[in-house]
């Protein structure tokens, strides 16, 4: 089965320094994966998506993730924090539920702070 | 008016009322999912409903029943809940069901059980 887990449930930066959130994932296949994030009292939004046509993906907001199948992982980067990007980020990866569906299950979050 | 919408969006219940989650598309998609987000929990998927068709209940409690009336509109029926399920209930909808195009949320009804 298809799985994803992101290590560390808080990471703490300053304004202004690298952001490196750690996705690891599990998968029999070429997985499909993804990154999203959730600000206080919203649903869901999608930062970026891997689907194999390229190892590194830019998303929205100068996120960007590099998929390495050598070490099974999909880690989210920003060179320079800002304080809008606080909030909980959540790695997903798209799994075969059946014949006629897929499905996307989630990593277990990690809340990002930063300071100024 | 886009994207996916959840009414209402926050909602208090006692454990014998009888209530209902609302989410409407207007993206044109054909599928539909609800998803449970409880506190220091992952996210959980309940219900996946493909064209109109409910594909997959996730060992679902039976007091939660799901309808989906047309590609448009998804509800989720509340009846004798337990404090326990007290969470963000979400509501996200993809394009095609079998391809991997990522889903897109509404921003989710927060639901308390007293």
């Known amino acids: 089965a298809q799985s994803v887990t992101q290590l560390g449930s808080h990471v703490s930066v300053s304004e202004g320094a690298l952001v490196l959130l750690r996705c690891n994932y599990s998968s029999s296949v070429p997985p499909y994966l993804f990154w999203y994030v959730q600000y206080p009292n919203q649903g869901l939004q999608l930062l970026l998506k891997?689907?194999?046509?390229?190892?590194l993906v830019k998303g929205i907001n100068g996120f960007e993730a590099e998929f390495k199948k050598s070490e099974t992982s999909f880690h989210l980067t920003k060179p320079s924090a800002h304080m809008s990007d606080a909030a909980e980020y959540f790695c997903a990866v798209f799994m075969r539920g059946g014949t006629s569906y897929g499905k996307l299950t989630f990593g277990q979050g990690t809340i990002l702070t930063v300071h100024p | 008016e886009t994207g996916v919408t959840q009414t209402p969006r926050h909602l208090v219940m006692g454990m014998t009322n009888k209530k209902s989650l609302k989410c409407e598309q207007h993206?044109?998609?054909?599928?539909m999912y609800w998803y449970k987000q409880s506190a220091k929990k992952p996210l959980e998927l309940m219900f996946v409903y493909s064209l109109e068709e409910r594909v997959e209940n996730n060992s679902v409690p039976s007091r939660f029943s799901p309808e989906c009336p047309n590609s448009s509109h998804l509800f989720l029926h509340l009846h004798t809940l337990q404090p326990e399920d007290s969470a963000l209930y979400l509501c996200a909808s993809s394009q095609d069901p079998r391809q991997s195009y990522g889903y897109t949320f509404g921003s989710g009804t927060r639901l308390t059980v007293v």
């Open positions: 993206l044109g998609h054909n599928a």
């Open positions: 891997y689907t194999s046509a390229a190892t």
